[in-house]
Every structure is written in C-alpha cells, then in structure tokens.
C-alpha cells in the first residue's frame, strides 16, 4: 500500500449527483477529503473556510445551457475569494474556445465529461501540485501565476531619482508592443513592473498571464508553456492549451526567465519570430498575438553567457531592459515604503496604524536590504502583528545583519554545536543566501529546495 492521499482538500461542484458521487469515490484516492456540492453558491463558504488544494467547476449549471457563461462568471467569483485557487473546468461541451476563455480568466485545466478516471486523476494531480507550488510562492510572497485583473493591484511606490526613471521607461515603453526585459534582484519589485507595463499598454483590458519559470518543475514548463495535444507524450491524455496561446492579445509575464532551460529557448524564439505557437504534438502552427514581458535576477554577465542563455533570444526579449537598482542603493524609498505598508497592514489585521522609535525609524533607514522591498515588506507585516500600544523598537523588526561576502569567503556550516534542528535551519538557509548573493533560485538549488520552499523558510526564520 502507498503512504495515503498525497492532497488535502479537494471540492467539486456540480449539479449532477452522479457526477458528484463518482468523483468522490475516485479522487479519495489523491485527498484526504474531498466535498461535493451541486451549486457553486454552496462552494463559497467551503472555499473561504479552508482553501481546497483543487476545485473542480463544472462549466454549465441552468439547464441546456452550453456556453459556459455561467461557470465562468463563478470561476471569477472563487478567483475574487482566493486568487491563488486552482480550479480545473468540467463540462460536456469541450472546445478549444471555452478552454481558452477558462484558461483567460484563470482557470488551470479543463476536463470534459464523460472523462476517463485517469484522464482525469493526471489533470487533477498536475492542479494540485501547481496549487501547492503556489501556496509556496504566495506565503514567500512571490508571483502567483495569475492573470493581472484579477489580483488586486499594488502600486510601484518610490520617488527616488533610480525610481523616477523606472517610472519614466515603464511610460514610454508601456504604450508600445516592445518586449521588456526586467532585471534586479529578488524582491526589487520585477513583477511590480509587469504589471504596471501591462496596466499602461494599450493591451490593459486584455489578459496579462505569467509562467514562473522558476517555480515550474522542468519537465512540465514545456506544456505549461506551449500546450500539448492528446497522445503527444504519456501522461498527455487531453489536449492542453498552453500559456502563450492562452495569452493570446494580451501580455504573456515570464518571470525567472533565467531558468528557460536551453533546450526550449530556441522553441520560444521561434514563437516571438514567427508569431505563432506548435503545441507539443501539433503539427500545425496556431497564430498567436502576445506582448512578452521577461524578468530575471541573473546578474548580466550571466545573462550575456551564451553557454548560459541563447543571444539571439536575449535580443528578441529586451528591447527595452528596465534594471530596478536594489533597496540599499535607494534608501530614500523607505520611508515611504514604511508609512504604505503600516498603513496597510494595520488596516488588513485591524490593528492601530503602530508608530516607530527614532531608533527604529534609523534602523530600517540603515539595513542594507539584502531581500530588498519583499524583505521590508514582511518585516513591517511582523511589526503591525506583533505590535504592542508602545512604539516600536529596532528588536521589533528582528533586522539580521547580512554583510554581501563574496561567495568564495563562504565556509561550509559549521560542524554544529548547537542542534536545534529551527536554529540550524535558519543558519544554512542565510548561508545560502549570502553564498549566492541572495540569488534566491541559485540558494533554493543548492539547498536543494524549490524557489517556493525557500521563500517559505525565509518567511518563516525572518530573513
Ligand atoms: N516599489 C515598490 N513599491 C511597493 N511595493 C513593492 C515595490 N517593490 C516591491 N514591492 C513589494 O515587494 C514584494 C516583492 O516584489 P516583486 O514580487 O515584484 O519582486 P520581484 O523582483 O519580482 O521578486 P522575485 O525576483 O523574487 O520574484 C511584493 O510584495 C511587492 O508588492
């Protein structure tokens, strides 16, 4: 026997009690519990009390209805509540268009009944363990793969000089169909940019979808990316609309574009040539219409390594490269930081907007930042948490001095005196970090982590 359901929660929403009661019985065997409701009304209190690892919607509730109008529309609804939900579409009226309008609006897959048991077991799997990886992503504070309407919106704070030509870079080149290449170091607000580019084109009413090249294993970037069709390899049971196909008229974000592995950058170079996209398996072109908007942390000696990332595909990507300089070569931006991120946390945990020490206020003002604004960020959401009705004070932030050493000066760990297995943790994960200059997917590798895990322990040990 295996060791169990690998998944926790699974809800399924449909009005067909048959469908209802073989579902049950079939994914008991990936969750340990899995709900069954006949409208997607009863499924919102069961989504904002626990949030299931996969929600399966079925796609037509009123009766002959084929369009999919309705399971739509509750698909943005479930997104509204949680915009990192996975949710894999049923219906009996399967096609390419419905697929892709449930893929725009944020849906993972698409099953269409009747389905094969395993049919559908591999999707359901392959929902939930992206869910998973998300979940990671998102507690780390990463960019879930998502599109741009429906998470709400942060601004891209900082009136800095550094900042102001941002700004001024993302205005001009935001209007046009150039690609952008964004480059900075974890946490610098790459994503942020996206966005903003997005929100400023021309495109702002069409999708904007991101694949995070970093935090999808490699074997699946390939379809994730491109799409399959049935019987292109084994476990591709039904066709699969990729993200670029998905994207279609809109803004296609590929974060961590570093970790494109070589094989597949000649692939994404002929799609941003040719504007069009082969789904593995196809053996004919679809035309595609994207806008690529591309971000890394490499730093560009790496970058322009042709052993490390195609030329040819660099030059296709950054038309206009926007390089976001690293918090501690703008300090100017904190206090504006602090004041929006109080402001705001205060008001998401209700708590009174807490005030800061002179010491404290210099404190932040002086750190260098290593985990840039992502690192700000969580320490003034700690802060609001943890506030009492005195001012904060520097031990408040629990500030780890992290000096940027070359990666040579690193030791291995030091032969443990002290065992516990939290303060040993920590210490090899801010080793790692400092090792690779907070380059977080070269750390997560060699601590043999995924980017989502690592960003989950950082989080947690306060780094
Ligand atoms: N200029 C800024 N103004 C307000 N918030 C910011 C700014 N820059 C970054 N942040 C916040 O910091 C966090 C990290 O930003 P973002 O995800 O855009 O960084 P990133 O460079 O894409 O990181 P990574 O490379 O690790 O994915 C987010 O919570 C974001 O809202």
């Not at 945990?349 to 840039?372: E, F, I, K, T």
């Not at 994960?429 to 950082?458: D, F, P, T």
């Amino acid at each position: 026997m295996g060791s169990g359901p690998e998944f926790d929660y699974c809800v399924v929403i449909d009005d067909d009690d048959d469908i209802l009661m073989a579902s049950r019985l079939l994914l008991r065997r990936l969750f340990k519990d899995v709900a069954t409701v006949r409208s997607p009304d009863e499924a919102l209190p069961l989504v904002e009390a626990r949030a299931p690892d996969v929600v399966l919607l079925d796609a037509n509730f009123a009766r002959g209805a084929t369009d999919a109008a309705e399971g739509l529309a509750w698909l943005e609804k479930l997104l509204g509540i949680d915009p990192e939900l996975v949710v894999v579409m049923i219906t009996a009226h399967a096609g390419v268009q419905i697929a892709v309008a449930a893929m725009k609006r944020g849906a993972t897959d698409f099953v269409s009944k009747p389905w094969s048991n395993e049919k559908l077991l591999a999707s359901v799997r392959t929902a939930a363990s992206l869910r998973r990886s998300r979940k990671a992503a998102v507690a780390g504070g990463s960019a879930p793969a998502r599109p741009a309407a429906v998470v709400a919106g942060t601004a891209l704070l900082g009136g800095s000089p550094e900042m102001a030509r941002v700004h001024s870079l993302i205005a001009r080149a935001a209007p046009t169909d150039a690609n952008v290449l964004v480059l900075g170091e974890n946490g610098t607000g790459k994503e942020l940019v996206a966005r903003e580019l997005h929100r400023q084109s021309l495109r702002a009413d069409q999708v904007m979808l991101t694949v995070d090249l970093g935090a999808v294993s490699e074997d699946l970037i390939d379809s994730e990316l491109f799409g399959h069709v049935k019987g292109a390899f084994t476990d591709a049971r039904t066709d699969r609309v990729g993200r670029i196909q998905a994207a279609d008229g809109g803004t296609l974000f590929l974060d961590e574009i570093g970790n494109l592995p070589l094989r597949l950058q000649p692939k994404l170079l002929t799609v941003l040539e040719q504007r069009q996209v082969t789904p593995v398996g196809a053996n004919r072109p679809v035309p595609v219409n994207i806008r690529v908007i591309a971000a890394t942390n490499l730093p560009p000696e790496k970058l322009r390594d042709e052993s490390h990332f195609r030329q040819d595909l660099l030059f296709r990507l950054n038309t206009v490269e926007i390089d976001l300089p690293p918090l501690r070569d703008r300090l100017e931006d904190v206090p504006e930081l602090i004041d929006h991120y109080l402001d705001h946390y205060a008001k998401r945990y209700g708590r009174p907007h807490p005030q800061l020490s002179a010491a404290a206020r210099a404190a932040l003002l002086n750190h260098d930042w290593p985990g840039n604004v992502r690192a700000l960020r969580h320490a003034l959401e700690r802060a609001v948490i943890l506030a009492r009705d005195v001012p904060l004070e520097p031990e408040d932030f629990a500030l780890v001095s992290t000096p940027r050493i070359a990666p040579s000066a690193v030791v291995a760990p030091r032969a443990a005196d002290d065992l516990n297995l939290e303060r040993v943790e920590r210490r090899l994960v801010e080793e790692a970090l400092r090792k690779h200059g907070y380059n977080i997917s070269l750390a997560a590798h060699e601590l043999g982590l995924s980017r989502a895990a690592l960003y989950r322990r950082m989080e947690k040990h306060g780094l």
